[in-house]
């Protein structure tokens, strides 16, 4: 059976969407085209590329996700003062090492460019913040002058996976000195299930499965959250701008096609997970997606 799929954004926590796809290969599912914000983004990319389950396991086993993270030289003895750098570069890493491991792990599997994959099999969503919109790559590159075809699939990750002021933002220019700046997909829509799938939409060419790192519509509005300062104020907002856009597309009708993982207590920069979180999170997507297939129709 072919479906098409949609993974949610969700940072280190999206190492459930191993055990998930580990589950979709042992019921003979295989996926047509993928898609997927920030870290979903990475994993739409990988099944793409021909990872399976168990090769993505490996890729993340032994791995100290901290490598990943690369920080900027501050002439600032201070943490405090530090930040200093980070309010210049709006990002407290760089995003470079992200992206060159993005780069050898897809070269593996022959894949560089969008060219390397099949035409309109992956597609991920970033930010523009400097226009204000959404980006689908590679779809939108030519509104910067880029061919979709030659530019890189690990150049489009980190696009997607920016998460602000974390990793820097990705400039992407237009031919002009002014540059656009690109951030986490997940700032305006954190689960594009829209991509493949339109409200309303009766025929679809396959089914189309979300999977998404979260508990189910009924939880999620069970649990409003709790503002008593400046900084939950400022928390609830920024959350707000990432789910009301999902939250009001994703009706009670899709929410029939969606794996809600109900990953808890893991937060998504949360790159020093142990061992044992990493194996919890792993098979809680695989449990998840098991109990959703038992049930589930299209």
């Known amino acids: 059976m072919k479906i098409d799929g949609v993974f949610a954004g969700g940072g280190v926590r999206a190492l459930a969407f191993v055990g998930a796809l580990n589950a979709i290969e042992k019921k003979g599912i295989e996926f047509e085209r993928v898609a997927g914000t920030s870290a979903g983004a990475i994993t739409a990319a990988f099944i793409k590329a021909g990872f399976t389950s168990g090769e993505i396991f490996d890729l993340f086993e032994e791995m100290d996700l901290r490598q990943l993270l690369d920080p900027r030289r501050s002439m600032f003895p201070f943490p405090f003062l530090r930040w200093l750098t980070m309010y210049k570069k709006i990002g407290l890493y760089k995003g470079n090492e992200f992206e060159k491991w993005m780069v050898e792990t897809l070269k593996s599997k022959g894949v560089s460019t969008f060219e390397d994959l099949p035409a309109g099999s992956l597609r991920m969503v970033a930010s523009d913040i400097t226009n204000g919109r959404f980006v689908v790559l590679p779809d939108d590159l030519p509104l910067y002058g880029r061919i979709p075809e030659k530019f890189s699939v690990a150049r489009a990750i980190r696009m997607s996976c920016s998460i602000p002021f974390f990793f820097e933002p990705v400039k992407i220019y237009d031919g002009t000195a002014k540059p656009s700046y690109v951030v986490d997909g997940g700032v305006l829509s954190n689960f594009p299930m829209w991509v493949f799938k339109k409200r309303n939409q009766k025929r679809l060419t396959r089914p189309v499965l979300g999977f998404r790192l979260s508990p189910t519509l009924e939880e999620e509005s069970e649990n409003p959250r709790k503002i008593k300062n400046a900084m939950q104020f400022t928390y609830a907002m920024v959350e707000t701008m990432r789910t009301a856009h999902d939250q009001r597309y994703i009706s009670r009708d899709l929410a029939k096609d969606i794996v809600f993982i109900p990953v808890k207590d893991v937060k998504t920069t949360d790159f020093a ?26």
């Not at 999170?281 to 297939?293: C, P």
């Open 273 to 298: 997970l142990t061992d044992e979180q990493k194996q919890s999170l792993i098979q809680l997507g695989e449990t998840s997606t098991f109990d959703f297939l038992k049930r589930w129709s299209n």
